[in-house]
Structures are given as C-alpha cells and as structure tokens.
C-alpha cells in the first residue's frame, strides 16, 4: 500500500522492462502506480519481475481499460511529463494528490491527453538532444513532487 497520495501514470506503455523499473521505483518511495491500457506488449508477470524484481509485491497499483475510465477516477491534477512542455519541472508547484503521468516511450500521448492535463511539464535537455528515458523522466520528476510535498519514505 502507497504511504503517499502522489501517483505515477503511464499512459499505454509500450516497453515492458520501463513499466516494470517504474514499479519498482514507486514500491521504493511508496508511491501509487496507473497503468492505462492498452499496454503496447502482453502483460505478463515474467517480463515485469525481470524489470522490478521482487519489489512488484510491494507497489500499489491499478491497471485502467482505458483513457476515459482513469480519468473518471482521478484524485486530483494531472500533470503530463513532456517534451512539448509549457514549465520546467522544478518551477512547478506539486500537491499531495498530484498524478504525474507518463506516456509511451515509442510516441508520447496523443492530443487529447494535452489538453485534459493541468500542467504539462518539461525536463531541460541539451540542445538537440529528443528525450530521456521515460521511466528516468519519472525518477527526476517524482523526486521534485517527493521532495515539495514532504513525501519521501522516513528514514
């Protein structure tokens, strides 16, 4: 069970390994994790321990059919990670029941989903540079939410 209200988002992954390294790293900091189907690949336990290992028993998570059922679920602000972004990440103001949302690392999300974000936010890059990793994206931004909203795991 998640020990904060903040929640990472992947808007229909396609790679397996990064679903599975960002619920091992939302098991880590006790952060929820959405899966909004559908997953660009079979779901199967096999392709997620290799990624998560044997953290995947510890993370909260919901798997959603679909765009519009996650939406309807919503706690809170949806912030989309991305690289056509309007502010960077560390100007960004979190709240607790934030859901930070990632989409595939082959195609992003498509416009419909920009425009029912509350913030679209960016990771500064060198220029010429396309993107990073999408389940890195997720580390540096959730640590920024973590680290406003006083939600890291106590020591």
């Not at 920009?114 to 540096?140: F, T």
Request: overall charge negative.
């Amino acid at each position: 069970m998640s020990n904060t209200k903040l929640r990472l988002a992947m808007y229909q992954p396609d790679i397996p390994q990064n679903v599975g390294t960002m619920m091992r790293f939302a098991a880590c900091m006790g952060m929820g994790i959405d899966i909004i189907e559908p997953c660009g690949f079979v779901w199967a336990e096999k392709k997620m321990r290799r990624a998560g290992m044997d953290y995947l028993d510890d993370v909260d998570f919901t798997k959603h059919r679909n765009w519009d059922y996650f939406v309807d679920q919503l706690p809170g602000r949806l912030l989309l990670l991305t690289t056509k972004g309007a502010v960077g990440y560390t100007d960004f103001q979190y709240q607790e029941n934030d859901t930070l949302l990632v989409g595939r690392a082959s195609s992003g999300v498509p416009e419909e989903v920009h425009q029912r974000a509350d913030g679209r936010l960016l990771i500064p890059m060198q220029e010429g540079m396309r993107s990073i990793n999408v389940a890195l994206s997720a580390a540096m931004v959730c640590g920024e939410a973590l680290r406003q909203t006083q939600s890291f795991p106590q020591i």
